[in-house]
């Protein structure tokens, strides 16, 4: 009797344990249905997915990148035939093929439809400059700096026309005033030293060419400038060196533009003019609420162009106002890799990731960013953000 009760027993026993058994099996599949999955372990990031409507091969040559530029202009002009900005696109691509006389037509039309378009005035203004119209340029100019004082590039346009017409202590106080918060411009920097050379302020230009060296040590126009700077100074052995060092700058620019690579370089050319066609052309769907055609189109921009980092920047941007958190993410991962050490590119991804429910990568990058700014106001942040992940 006691052997059978024992036997009972035991039997009970391996009962409860098998019945606890097929709960645990059950809660575990359970747990493995309702856990979050990771979908991103097989997803293909949105810089190297195929583009719908994209129909490029990597070995297209010059005429053929120069063919998707022409089909998406002209796409463009049906949609938007009365847009100003449509041919202001138009009219930069007509520019960069040195088709001045398009070009100047296009803006003129942009101005027509919109007297105060000053990218359109802009350009007018560089084919008047081109045209050796400097009078005009210089007009031109002046009325895009009342309509819009900030515009980086209007001085040097601005002071470049006034130094081809002879107004060199005007173009000089123009490049002043804009050094002053663009002190790395080496463009500025030159044209200044040229100002000096121009007022026969030889010790000036001197100072101008040397600093612009300090800033773009091949640059071929600083070290021509310096030179000519020294030999007006009577230094002629200065004057010698910078000459000569000007010679081997130029002999090697000569070098990199041989006859066997101008081939390449032209194919390189027609992928940044198309390029810039695409992102033009996207700024215009932007403004449209065309979200998807503007994302498409900085995506070709990216292909034919890779790592133009403004270019990412805005995509980045677009997405994630769109709600595609995937792909801003894809975007950021990009940024961060082009620039590991930028603080605002490892929170935004960061944060991007804990939208995404990633915790892992989200804490990884909170964490480098902490590492490259500890006491940032927003790495403090960020150190709480990874507590409540942890313990989320």
Known sequence: MEQLTENSSSRVQIAIIGALLLVAVGLLGVWLYLRPVDTNVDRISVLDAPIDGFDYQ????????????????????????????TFNVIANRD??????????????KAVELEPSNTEALF??????????????????????????????????????????????????????????????????????????????????AAQCFQRAIDFAPKSKDAHYGLAQAFARLGDRDNAKRFMERFKNIAKEIGDEHAEEAKAFEDRNYAAHVAAQVYVDS????????DIATACNYILRAHRLQPDVEPWLTELQRMFFSNGQLDEAADVGEHLVGLAPQDLERRLNLASLYADLGRADDAIENYEAAIELAPDDPRCQQAKQIINQLNAS
């Open 282 to 289: 996207a700024n215009i769907f932007r403004a449209q609420g």
């Open 95 to 108: 520019f960069l093929v040195s088709d001045t006389g398009a070009a100047k037509s296009n803006w003129t």
């Open 123 to 204: 350009g007018l203004a560089n084919v008047a400059f081109e045209d050796t119209r400097y009078e005009d340029a210089i007009g031109i100019c002046e009325t895009i700096d009342r309509l819009a004082p900030n515009n980086p590039k209007v001085p040097l346009l601005l002071a470049d026309a006034l130094l081809h017409a002879g107004k060199a202590d005007e173009a000089a106080l123009v490049l002043e005033q804009h050094l002053a918060t663009e002190q790395g411009s080496v463009q500025a920097i030159e044209l200044l030293g040229n100002a000096h050379l121009q007022t026969k302020s030889y010790e000036k």
């Open 58 to 85: 990597p070995d297209a040559s010059a005429a053929e990148l120069l063919k998707l530029a022409d089909v998406t202009l002209d796409d463009l002009s049906s949609r938007f035939p009365d847009v100003p900005q």
